[in-house]
């Protein structure tokens, strides 16, 4: 087994070096359809498997060619990372896409629409939140103010 801090230098010198592939080596034109960059890089521990997360930008169709072209494209990257980084055994990659961009996107999306129809309706008035507040507010909670209030007399 490799340690933690082995693992994290195998993996980012594997996203280091697929990037480049990604920009001069991989002559696929599905690969080139959409805009793609390597997020990250997951390697397992005995440095056997690794999972390369990649974000691509463009619409649908040129996501699912650029994946499929990926897909194509692992012997390549795997024999040609063999090549470039100097381990005993080369691992299996596997290619991911990453959607947590869209994701994130999409939640700043609904908050700020949430933020836009709080905005839109009409604020309550200082009295009615209080009259709101003192409707539900139990009746100990009123016999504990007028004992504190007692309190202070003394």
């Not at 949430?114 to 507040?133: G, I, M, Q, V, Y």
């Amino acid at each position: 087994m490799a340690t933690n801090r082995r693992v994290a230098r195998v993996a980012a010198l594997i996203k280091r070096e697929v990037s480049q592939m990604l920009m001069s080596g991989i002559k696929d034109d599905r690969v080139g359809a959409g805009m793609v960059s390597v997020t990250d890089v997951d390697v397992s521990g005995d440095l056997q498997h690794a999972k390369i997360f990649v974000s691509i930008y463009g619409t649908d169709e040129a996501k699912a060619a650029t994946m499929e072209g990926l897909q194509a494209a692992t012997g390549y990257v795997r024999s040609e990372l063999g090549q470039r980084v100097r381990l005993r055994r080369t691992p299996e990659v596997l290619f991911k896409e990453d959607q947590s961009f869209e994701r994130g996107t999409r939640v700043l999306s609904l908050l700020n629409q949430l933020s836009a129809e709080r905005a839109s309706k009409p604020d309550s008035t200082p009295e009615e939140l209080e009259s709101k507040a003192e409707s539900s507010a139990p009746e100990s909670a009123s016999a504990e103010a007028d004992y504190s209030g007692a309190a202070d007399l003394d």
